[in-house]
T-cell receptor
């Protein structure tokens, strides 16, 4: 089956620093990748849609200057949390869509636990 | 517009007994429907997917789900629960039109008693 990896699986950083999270589709090419945030005991909240070779589409309320997304290739998208603060601490999950049509399956990465001190 | 309602926030079953997780959806289009499972501190794993083919969908680990259009339901079942089935389960809807956004249910926590 389709596999999506994330790196790192967890990261602890100091307030004010930036953190980069990588999302890779290992055995398929993904034109579209997605970044989600999940708070404890809650469902996933879509942050942005990442399209290869173009700018990401951010959901309402998500600061695009704080959460920088780059989708440089068909197998790699990165999320950079800039000037991180404790309220950015969360579980970040990416997904990659296999296929190019709406309704195609999204395969999820294992998630990255970010803790900002 | 579309939405997903998981009718049970928590389900507790004994090992070896059936599991039923209920999901109702609303959609303006003919949707694709998914069930995903999430173990603690892990990502979501696809259990099964419905895409307007057979209404009874078989997934991994013995799970299956039945799409009932008249009831707008997509309930997940497993005949015999295993301890490893303890996890969070999400019912997810994807529209068939040009919209890539998934709609997630709130999740159902499954605990399995020995």
């Amino acid at each position: 089956g389709a596999v999506v990896s994330q790196h790192p699986s967890w990261v602890i950083c100091k307030s004010g620093t930036s953190v980069k999270i990588e999302c890779r589709s290992l055995d398929f090419q993904a034109t579209t990748m997605f970044w989600y945030r999940q708070f404890p005991k809650q469902s996933l909240m879509l942050m942005a849609t990442s399209n290869e070779g173009s700018k990401a589409t951010y959901e309402q309320g998500v600061e695009k200057d704080k959460f920088l997304i780059n989708h440089a290739s068909l197998t790699l998208s990165t999320l950079t949390v800039t000037s991180a603060h404790p309220e950015d601490s969360s579980f970040y999950i990416c997904s990659a869509e296999e296929g190019q049509g709406a309704g195609d399956t999204q395969y999820f990465g294992p998630g990255t636990r970010l803790t900002v001190l | 517009a579309q939405s997903v309602t998981q009718l049970d926030s928590h389900v507790s079953v004994s090992e070896g007994t059936p599991v039923l997780l209920r999901c109702n959806y609303s959609s303006s289009y003919s949707p694709s429907l998914f069930w995903y499972v999430q173990h603690p501190n892990k990502g979501l794993q696809l259990l099964l997917k419905y895409t307007s083919a057979a209404t009874l969908v078989k997934g991994i680990n013995g799970f299956e789900a039945e799409f009932k259009k008249s009831e707008t339901s997509f309930h997940l079942t497993k005949p015999s629960a295993h301890m490893s089935d303890a996890a969070e389960y999400f019912c997810v809807v994807s529209p068939a039109a040009n919209d890539y956004k998934l709609s997630f249910g709130a999740g159902t926590t499954v605990t399995v008693r020995a």
